[in-house]
């Protein structure tokens, strides 16, 4: 594997058309590290998901914070879920609610319901969730971007970030 700091793009083209799980994740390792907003969200959901690489919940909050410093909504999403579930870290409703609030502001609808329930259950309102069998566990799993090429030139991971 040859990586040049100026072509992340080219690392996480490789990790998308790679078939092996740890050759595509040294990819986007390098890819992310380069500041590719994507591959850093990727990178998270490797750790967060076990594919690749060893489960690894810190690093995955780690670098899903990168990402979503960069306005990543698939990190921030994932943060949320984290939150959520207590992964890597203690189970916090309000931090929950407020990653999840703010990456279905950025197009997530899907998690509304998780959100509706959420907040049903930091008001201490008792109704059933009609979507589920009462638990948010069942509602949520990671947020999985998009796996499409880059078709960039040059990585501007000020843009890279909208998948």
Not at 24 to 49: D, E, I, K, M, P
Not at 128 to 145: H, K, V, W, Y
Request: proline content about 4%.
């Amino acid at each position: 594997m040859t990586s040049t700091a100026s072509q992340p793009m080219t690392d996480l083209n490789r990790a998308l058309a790679g078939s092996n799980d740890a050759d595509a994740f040294l990819n986007l390792l390098c890819a992310a590290r380069a500041g590719c907003l994507r591959a850093q969200s990727l990178v998270g959901l490797a750790y967060h998901t076990g594919r690749g690489v060893a489960l690894d919940f810190e690093r995955a909050a780690s670098w899903y914070r990168m990402a979503a410093g960069g306005g990543d909504s698939y990190a921030i999403a994932n943060l949320g879920v984290m939150s959520l579930l207590g992964q890597g870290t203690v189970i916090d409703d309000v931090d929950a609610y407020t990653w999840l609030q703010s990456a279905a502001g950025l197009g997530h609808r899907q998690l509304r319901p998780v959100i509706d329930l959420l907040e049903r259950r930091l008001t201490g309102d008792s109704r059933e969730c009609t979507e589920c069998d009462g638990s948010i566990a069942a509602l949520i799993s990671p947020q999985t971007p998009p796996v499409r090429p880059c078709t960039r030139t040059a990585c501007d991971p000020c843009r890279c970030g909208g998948v």
